[in-house]
């Protein structure tokens, strides 16, 4: 298979034709240093929410923190929250390139935490899943006192970001490790196109990062289903050639198998990177991503409990498929 992340910060063309039907847009382009990201974000609202930036979950570098709250919420408020982990292949991104996905969160009520992890090759698998479980357990913790402690979280996340939101689900000692339970600590999770089950690897900066060959089967989220996890929300699109759709499809199956439940979806004609632009406020037509994700939810806006059996049954393992409008 590919290797199963390939970040860009270019836009696939026809997200770019779109977007450059706008004239400040096609302004920004001309700029030698303006990337996709830069593109998407220059469109995103300033108002219906507030961005308190740079707080730090921990000590160290790349341990920061956004957090976008929607207007009319303080620290008590009841609004949901969400903590978005972004992609990039574990060896790039930054949280500054998703001020597009905090505000669509906000403008759909969630509160958004959008944390930085470290990256290779200052570490190797397991300290981005280190940074990603502290994060959840700073937010569980009020976030510094901007948010309401010992709410749930809801946990997404795209490409990389996704792998790291399936292990903190499915694997209990990461979130062990910070005094969390998986089970109380997260409401329901949301990955988009991410990696679940991409062995063997190809490419040397894989195998750097995910280490020996005999500890690789511990690193795949597809190991780690035993039917108790929180319920999950998986995304692939069709033309997705960086993470494969069968990612998506075996940890579906598998849950399915174990007795939990996760949800399938498939959007045809949709890629690696549109898939994740799509969630930005003048791109939210080209795919039902951010409604599924908010529908998804809103379905379980509190952890079911911990123990076997808790969940319910899942969908059939083929998922579904919805055409994305052209």
């Known amino acids: ?13 026809r997200i770019l034709q779109r977007l450059l039907r706008l004239p400040v847009l096609l302004a920004l382009a001309l700029l030698p240093a303006c990337s996709g990201a830069d593109l998407l ?3 995103v609202p300033d108002e219906g929410y507030r961005v308190i930036r740079d707080l730090r979950y921990a000590a ?17 408020s009841p609004a949901p929250v969400v903590v978005f982990l972004y992609g990039g292949g ?14 669509a969160l906000a403008s759909r009520g969630f509160v958004a935490v959008i944390p930085d992890y470290r990256l290779y090759p200052e570490v190797r698998w ?9 994060a959840v357990a700073w937010t569980r913790a009020g976030a510094d006192g901007n948010l309401r402690p010992g709410r749930p979280v809801l946990l997404a996340g795209h490409s990389a970001g996704a792998y ?14 910070v005094g969390e339970q998986p089970c109380r600590a997260i409401a329901a999770t949301a990955g988009l196109a991410g990696p679940y089950d991409f062995l063997p690897l190809t490419g040397a900066r894989l195998k750097a990062i995910f280490g020996p060959e005999e500890q690789r089967p511990r690193t795949q989220p597809v190991n780690h289903v035993d039917g108790t996890a929180p319920p999950m929300l998986l995304i692939a699109g069709t033309d997705d050639t960086t993470v494969l759709p069968r990612n998506s499809e075996r940890l579906a199956r598998r849950v399915g198998e174990a007795g ?26 080209s795919s039902p ?13 509190a952890p079911a409990g911990c123990g076997r059996g808790v969940s319910a049954p899942a969908p059939p393992p083929g998922g579904t498929s919805r055409r994305s409008p052209p």
Not at 64 to 73: C, F, K, L
Not at 90 to 100: A, V
Not at 169 to 176: G, K, N, S
């Open 90 to 103: 574990w060896h790039s991104g930054s949280r500054d390139d998703y001020r597009f996905v905090g505000e």
């Open 126 to 134: 397991p300290a981005f899943l280190e940074d990603s479980a502290a």
């Open 164 to 177: 790291n939101a399936a292990m903190l689900t499915l694997d209990p000692q990461w979130l062990a490790a």
């Open 289 to 301: 991503a951010l409604d599924d994700m908010v529908g998804f939810f809103r379905a379980h806006p």
């Open 260 to 285: 939990g439940r996760a949800e399938l979806r498939r959007y045809d004609g949709v890629g690696h990177v549109e898939l994740v632009a799509s969630l930005a406020r003048p791109l939210q037509g």
């Open 1 to 13: 298979m590919p290797s199963p992340i390939r970040p860009s910060r270019i836009l696939p063309s």
């Open 60 to 76: 160290g570098p790349r341990r920061g923190a956004d957090v976008y709250i929607p207007d009319g919420a303080d620290p008590g």
């Open 41 to 43: 974000n220059a469109l």
